[in-house]
């Protein structure tokens, strides 16, 4: 059974704090996603990673970086966190073969920017 | 400029009755389909999927249809159940994409 977790289920910060958000998978996932969930807006990709180390910006990526040391891991970070970051973020990570894969996502982080 | 829309932010349907959800996509290169069902503070859970070979795909109560002619995809659940009020995302991707295009989502109400 695939287990995507994000460390934090809320976390409110405040404007211009650095804020890090940590997705750990337990399948050995080559491909990992962070997205951010708005009402009316769905799912929009902000940085995805298909190996450890190598990083592609998705439709959204201004704001924010992202960090892959291990394959495992895959960090969302928020450089100066402002007011318009306020959502929902989730991660998620699928096989990469070489076609389209099921991605299978992590419970969601609220985050609330003030 | 989405390329995958669902235009009805919400449904209501009653139990037992059959729920329509739909799904229109805007490129023709996409070649692969997913519905996810989403609960409240849970990640996005993946439900049934469609490649473009196929017109239709069946698992259990859920049926996604696909009509490539049209770029309009539906998802049939039938019979709803209460336990099915979630929101309901649809997906795209092609095989040279890396990545999938989501549409914005339908809150499904079933009921009792």
């Known amino acids: 059974d695939v287990k995507v977790t994000q460390s934090s289920r809320y976390l409110v910060k405040r404007t211009g704090e650095k804020v890090f958000l940590e997705c750990v998978q337990d399948m050995d996932h080559e491909n990992m996603f962070w997205y951010r969930q708005d009402p009316g807006l769905g799912l929009r990709l902000i940085y995805f990673?298909?190996?450890?180390?190598?990083?592609e910006k998705g439709d959204i990526p201004e704001g924010y970086s992202v960090s892959r040391e291990k394959k495992e891991r895959f960090s969302l970070i928020l450089e100066s966190a402002s007011t318009n970051q306020t959502s929902m973020y989730l991660c998620?990570?699928?096989?990469?073969?070489?076609?389209?894969?099921?991605?299978?996502f992590g419970p969601g982080t609220r985050l609330t920017v003030l | 400029d989405q390329q995958v829309k669902q235009n009805s932010p919400s449904l209501s349907v009653q139990e037992g009755r059959i729920s329509i959800l739909n799904c229109d996509y805007t490129n023709s290169m996409f070649d692969y389909f997913l519905w996810y069902k989403k609960y409240p503070a849970e990640g996005p859970t993946f439900l049934i999927s469609?490649?473009?070979?196929?017109d239709k795909n069946e698992d259990g109560r859920f049926t996604v249809f696909l009509n490539k002619s049209a770029k309009h995809l539906s998802l049939h659940i039938v019979p709803s159940q209460p336990g099915d009020s979630a929101v309901y995302f649809c997906?795209?991707?092609?095989?040279?994409?890396?990545?999938?295009?989501f549409g914005s989502g339908t809150k499904l109400n079933v009921k009792p």
């Open positions: 990673s298909y190996d450890v180390k190598m990083k």
């Open positions: 469609i490649s473009s070979i196929k």
């Open positions: 997906a795209a991707s092609a095989r040279n994409f890396n990545k999938f295009y």
């Open positions: 998620a990570s699928s096989q990469r073969t070489g076609v389209t894969d099921t991605q299978y």
